[in-house]
């Protein structure tokens, strides 16, 4: 079964500092495009980062500057560094393979595949 397991969810101080992380298992497909979505309380699931398998990326344009998708093909992985933490940053963070991600990149993938989300709080 085609799954992805995110991790690395949990709760940062403003200005500090958090990984995210996503293994993907079950013969998912090298080639798909992941990336990070995020969905906050009362609002719509909006576009973090995403990345190409030969590492070409897409950021929403508030968070360019303070997050960083990378990728490692090998472990079918992918994380998200988050940087200079701010309260808005608080959501449930959700790994995508696919479609979603292909937009986000202007290119097209059909298959589309969610993680189950981890939660990251943002709190002094």
């Known amino acids: 079964q085609r799954q992805l397991v995110e991790s690395g969810g949990g709760m940062v101080q403003p200005g500090g500092s958090l990984t995210l992380s996503c293994v993907a298992s079950g013969g998912i497909s090298l080639i798909f495009p992941m990336g990070w979505f995020r969905q906050a309380p009362g609002k719509e699931r909006e576009l973090v980062a995403a990345?190409?398998?030969?590492?070409?990326?897409a950021y929403a344009d508030s968070l360019k500057d303070r997050f960083t998708i990378s990728r490692d093909n090998v472990k079918k992985t992918i994380d998200l560094q988050m940087n200079r933490v701010l309260p808005e940053d608080a959501a449930v963070y959700y790994c995508?393979?696919?479609?979603?991600?292909?937009?986000?990149?202007?290119?097209?993938?059909?298959?589309?595949?969610w993680g189950q989300g981890t939660q990251v709080t943002v709190s002094s």
């Open positions: 990345i190409t398998v030969g590492g070409r990326s």
């Open positions: 995508n393979a696919g479609r979603s991600a292909a937009q986000a990149l202007r290119i097209t993938y059909e298959t589309e595949l």
